[in-house]
């Protein structure tokens, strides 16, 4: 992982419906000390659906403004996997 021994808060969570269909959002804050010394902090929420305790979507919302300065930090303090190419997955079959 990039960012050294971040700290995930759990700030809310919702959930709705019955097991065939269920309906998950979540915000989470995010929180870590970068090695030049400055302060990361990020919020993110996901919107889920789940059925049958099976996730179908994941729906990931963040501000990628802060963690893009982060990973330039990063890179800066001679991390070079800040920098690389992102890990692209192969797009999942239709249903």
Known sequence: ML???PT?????VIVAGGPWATRIATR??????????SL???V????????WARITEIH???????????LDRLAACGVPE????????AAPPPD
């Open 44 to 51: 993110f929420m996901q919107n889920m659906h789940m059925r």
């Open 82 to 89: 800040a920098h690389e190419s992102p890990i692209v997955d």
């Open 40 to 42: 990361y902090e990020n």
């Open 8 to 12: 995930f808060d759990v700030e809310e």
């Open 60 to 70: 990931t919302l963040d501000d990628n403004v802060v963690p893009a300065r982060a």
């Open 28 to 37: 989470v804050r995010i929180h870590t000390t970068l090695p030049d010394g």
């Open 3 to 5: 960012l050294p021994n």
